[in-house]
């Protein structure tokens, strides 16, 4: 069963107050508020990355309906809740290099919504068309406002040539959009993601914010980071080089933002709405 946010105290929070070290400048903070997205390149160690690629190969195994592949192919698109299996990716989502800034930029405590690794398989990732995550947490979920962010850690170094995020820098102040066409349902999963199977938004709707705003794609090695707004416009392109790129995408929302009315199985859209407690900043290496 859920715990209710409003009624509960994480004592392990409080313990571990000493361990938030990650702090943002406020330098940075405003640039994720202008543009909706933020950059870190490097944040994470070499030898933290090969821990969590190591353990990758293990996790995306088996064909439960945690994952997820490719239409066209057996090539994995997306493992689901990876913490809940793996404890190497349960540390990752107790990270304070992702979890304190979160807290800075949401103003407050956060749980996790959603923990997954998307992966773009050399010659064999597809597209990920333009969309904005809140809609589906929103329209699916029930959560009431955007007050979430994702936290994407690049498990592989992310060039032009295998299918980079774009952003439309700024178009988290939009607010969520309303979508302009009906979305596939597929049982057990509510409404399938836009990204598979064409943007919930027109073209001229895109074009028109692409114009005015531009398009960002980060890139740099492994372990780089970006934080982006759950209303920031972003997408892939498919991935046509020899070169894998999967990235972890850490959904944090602001605990008194917690959802619903899920519809979605809890693995999809988390239920425990407890606030995360911060490890230890070498958790990743520690034994």
Avoid at 22 to 42: I, K, S
Avoid at 124 to 149: A, F, L
Avoid at 247 to 258: A, D, G, K, P, T
Wanted: net charge negative.
């Amino acid at each position: 069963m859920a715990a209710n946010p409003e009624d509960m105290l994480d004592p392990r929070h409080l313990a571990q107050k000493e361990l938030r070290i990650m702090r943002l400048t406020t330098e940075q903070l405003d640039d994720f508020n202008r543009d909706g997205f933020l950059f870190l390149p490097g944040l994470f160690r070499g030898d933290e990355i090969a821990v969590l690629k190591e353990r990758m190969k293990q996790v995306v195994e088996g064909d439960g309906p945690e994952i997820l592949r490719e239409r066209g192919s057996e090539a994995v698109r997306s493992a689901i809740a990876p913490h809940l299996r793996d404890e190497t990716y349960r540390r990752l989502s107790l990270h304070p290099r992702l979890v304190e800034p979160a807290r800075q930029i949401l103003g407050g405590e956060v749980y996790l919504h959603q923990f997954k690794i998307n992966a773009k398989e050399a010659q064999d990732g597809e597209i990920w068309h333009w969309h904005q995550d809140y809609r589906t947490w929103h329209e699916d979920d029930g959560m009431p406002e955007p007050d979430v962010i994702n936290a994407t850690v690049f498990l592989d170094d992310v060039t032009e040539f295998n299918g980079p995020m774009m952003f439309i820098p700024g178009s988290h102040a939009e607010g969520r959009i309303d979508s302009d066409v009906e979305f596939e349902r597929v049982p057990g999963y509510g409404r399938l993601s836009a990204d598979a199977v064409g943007s919930p938004y027109s073209k001229q709707t895109i074009n028109a914010m692409i114009e005015k705003q531009g398009i960002v794609a980060p890139k740099g090695p492994a372990g780089s980071t970006i934080f982006f707004h759950g209303c920031t416009l972003h997408g892939s392109a498919p991935n046509m080089s020899p070169w894998g790129r999967a990235m972890v995408f850490s959904s944090l929302n602001r605990v008194e933002n917690y959802i619903r009315r899920p519809t979605r199985p809890d693995f999809l859209a988390l239920q425990d709405f407890t606030p995360l407690a911060s490890m230890a900043d070498d958790c990743l290496t520690a034994p």
